[in-house]
């Protein structure tokens, strides 16, 4: 349903996404419609260029107000956990749903997440 509405990107907009380097912090590696692409993933650290060293599989989502306004990756996998809470705490993520395998459901608010990221602008 989903590709229905949003074009598939191409493999050209998606170079940092499927770089040798890269390509163990995808979920799923091989399918294009699910990475990321350059102009639109989220960096760890916020303002820093889209560097190898520097990604994260997240994007940005704009709400009906404002350009950026969201967050969205799919949980971290085991090689990822360190980058995607780096990448919560300098973006200053104040609410994290995080979807497991089957119905767990983790939801973190600021209280949370300054617990598991010591040093979050409060």
């Excluded at 349903?1 to 191409?10: D, G, Q």
């Excluded at 996404?17 to 692409?37: D, I, M, P, T």
């Excluded at 994290?96 to 973190?108: D, E, F, I, P, V």
Aim: glycine share 4%; hydrophobic share 35%; charged share 20%.
């Amino acid at each position: 349903m989903l590709e229905k509405f949003t074009a598939v990107p191409s493999v050209d907009e998606c170079r940092v996404a499927l770089s040798e380097q890269n390509a163990g912090k995808n979920r799923f590696a091989r399918s294009v419609h699910l990475l990321s692409r350059d102009a639109d993933h989220v960096t760890v650290q916020p303002g820093a260029p889209a560097t190898l060293d520097n990604y994260v599989s997240a994007v940005y989502v704009d709400s009906y107000s404002r350009r950026r306004r969201f967050i969205v990756t799919q949980t971290p996998l085991a090689n990822t956990v360190d980058d995607f809470w780096t990448m919560c705490r300098l973006h200053r993520v104040t609410y994290a749903n995080l979807r497991g395998a089957g119905t767990h459901t983790h939801t973190h608010t600021h209280t949370r997440l300054t617990a598991l990221c010591p040093g979050l602008p409060g």
